[in-house]
């Protein structure tokens, strides 16, 4: 099965992303910053205003991937949050001061997120190991997902190392390939990587502004791209 998944910030967004016929959102705030934990109001607007998944951003500050005993506290209340709201998961990554996987981190917020589907975030790019993260996110059943460009730079040049993972993850997880993807390349990425989950941010918004409205035709013209090329 095709996955598109779009990032939205609001209410309005979710459900322009929901009618143009994406399959899952990925809520957060603070797009500018590469994405923000969303206030609880706004969790809870969205989630009664869509029928489709969300899947929302638990990230406190985007300082860097490497959180504080404070932090984590912090981050443990917003995953709770989420699962009282019914909200399908969430996404997080964490990272340590060597720029490796935290795993004791990690741990610490998967132990609160049980029943909640988890996308391991970005921070998975700036791995220097990304088929050894992989293998480490591995352990992981909670982890469903990995959202990943293939690394540093754009996912057009990083498409044989985004078939390397895909072929590592064996359909054990999800590789949602995000970062550039749009409807000039995603039917190449589609054939050539091996991956059928893709995520778009500003591609889904007027000028490709990470301020702009979601505009449906966007969404839809690279839905077309996956389903009838």
């Not at 609880?40 to 969205?46: K, L, S």
């Not at 404070?70 to 998961?89: A, F, H, N, P, W």
């Not at 999800?174 to 000039?184: P, W």
Request: glycine content about 10%.
């Amino acid at each position: 099965m095709m996955m598109l998944e779009v990032i939205g910030m609001n209410v309005e967004d979710c459900i322009a992303i929901e009618q143009a016929g994406a399959n899952r959102i990925e809520l957060v705030s603070a797009l500018s910053e590469g994405g923000l934990t969303p206030s609880v109001g706004m969790i809870e607007q969205c989630f009664e205003a869509v029928s489709i998944p969300i899947r929302v951003m638990i990230r406190p500050h985007s300082r860097h991937f490497s959180y504080s005993s404070y932090d984590l506290e912090v981050m443990k209340s917003d995953i709770e949050v989420v699962r009282q709201t019914g909200c399908e998961g969430i996404v997080i990554g964490t990272l340590d001061e060597h720029g490796r996987i935290h795993r004791k981190a990690l741990e610490s917020l998967l132990k609160v997120s049980d029943g909640l589907d988890v996308t391991f975030h970005r921070a998975f790019d700036e791995l220097d190991d990304l088929e050894g993260g992989l293998d480490v996110l591995l352990n992981y059943p909670e982890i469903k997902t990995v959202l990943t460009s293939g690394g540093a730079g754009d996912v057009e040049h990083n498409v044989s190392i985004l078939k390397k993972l895909v072929e590592k993850a064996d359909n054990r997880m999800e590789i949602l390939i995000g970062g550039g993807v749009n409807e000039q390349n995603i039917h190449t990425l589609l054939q050539e990587s091996g991956s059928k989950s893709f995520h778009i941010g500003r591609m889904a918004r007027e000028n490709m502004d990470i301020h702009g409205r979601i505009v449906k035709t966007h969404i839809q013209r690279i839905q077309n791209e996956l389903y009838t090329r």
